[in-house]
T-cell receptor, first 108, second 114 residues
Framework: DAKTTQPTSMDCAEGRAANLPCNHSTISGNEYVYWYRQIHSQGPQYIIHGLKNNETNEMASLIITEDRKSSTLILPHATLRDTAVYYCIVRVVNQFYFGTGTSLTVIP | DAGVIQSPRHEVTEMGQEVTLRCKPISGHNSLFWYRQTMMRGLELLIYFNNNVPIDDSGMPEDRFSAKMPNASFSTLKIQPSEPRDSAVYFC????????????FGDGTRLSIL
């Protein structure tokens, strides 16, 4: 049901770029890709979303492949506060299927 | 700006009791969503409203669960009677109208049924 596949966990050194991959090979032409993160005991936090073009905001960059079957979330300079579970989501109508996400640990 | 506000933040009650969770969406947002998160099942959508009207409640686990949205600034999720397996974190989210708009989540209600 999740429609996306992500690695279970990743580590990243503090100050380095964190690149989180996501596969969504069954995505339809009008479905957006969304990224959220969840820090323990808090609600999911919206990061970024895109359709086919690369997107950048103050938090991150989103790179979507030309065939739209995969994407990468980039946190350019990871800090300890970026340690969280990151969810890649393909929206189906109004439903977000969160899947299990990637647990990112930023190491000092 | 105020985000999505949920209350209470924590609720502990005995099985059989009625539980009411409350949500105030972000002002101007037309869609409201209720989710439940458990270790076993992750984040699951229970129900969502558009312009105060329930659109899809297929995720509501059973008749013990009900949700209402009497106006654009308030929604409730009620469990009656509650059971220990209902213990979870319940999140409310809201979004502006438009199928591509992101949802913004509250900090959740941690519910424990003893």
């Amino acid at each position: 049901d999740a429609k996306t596949t992500q690695p279970t966990s990743m580590d990243c050194a503090e100050g380095r770029a964190a690149n989180l991959p996501c596969n969504h090979s069954t995505i339809s032409g009008n479905e957006y890709v969304y990224w959220y993160r969840q820090i323990h005991s808090q609600g999911p936090q919206y990061i970024i979303h895109g359709l086919k073009n690369n997107e950048t905001n103050e938090m991150a960059s989103l790179i979507i492949t030309e065939d739209r079957k995969s994407s990468t979330l980039i946190l350019p300079h990871a800090t300890l506060r970026d340690t969280a579970v990151y969810y890649c989501i393909v929206r189906v109508v109004n439903q977000f299927y969160f899947g299990t996400g990637t647990s990112l640990t930023v190491i000092p | 700006d105020a985000g999505v506000i949920q209350s209470p933040r924590h609720e502990v009650t005995e099985m059989g009791q009625e539980v009411t969770l409350r949500c105030k969406p972000i002002s101007g947002h037309n869609s409201l969503f209720w989710y439940r998160q458990t270790m076993m099942r992750g984040l699951e959508l229970l129900i969502y409203f558009n312009n105060n009207v329930p659109i899809d409640d297929s995720g509501m686990p059973e008749d013990r669960f009900s949700a209402k949205m009497p106006n654009a600034s308030f929604s409730t999720l009620k469990i009656q009677p509650s059971e220990p397996r209902d213990s979870a974190v319940y999140f409310c989210a809201s979004s502006p109208s438009g199928s591509y708009q992101p949802q913004h989540f509250g900090d959740g209600t941690r519910l424990s049924i003893l």
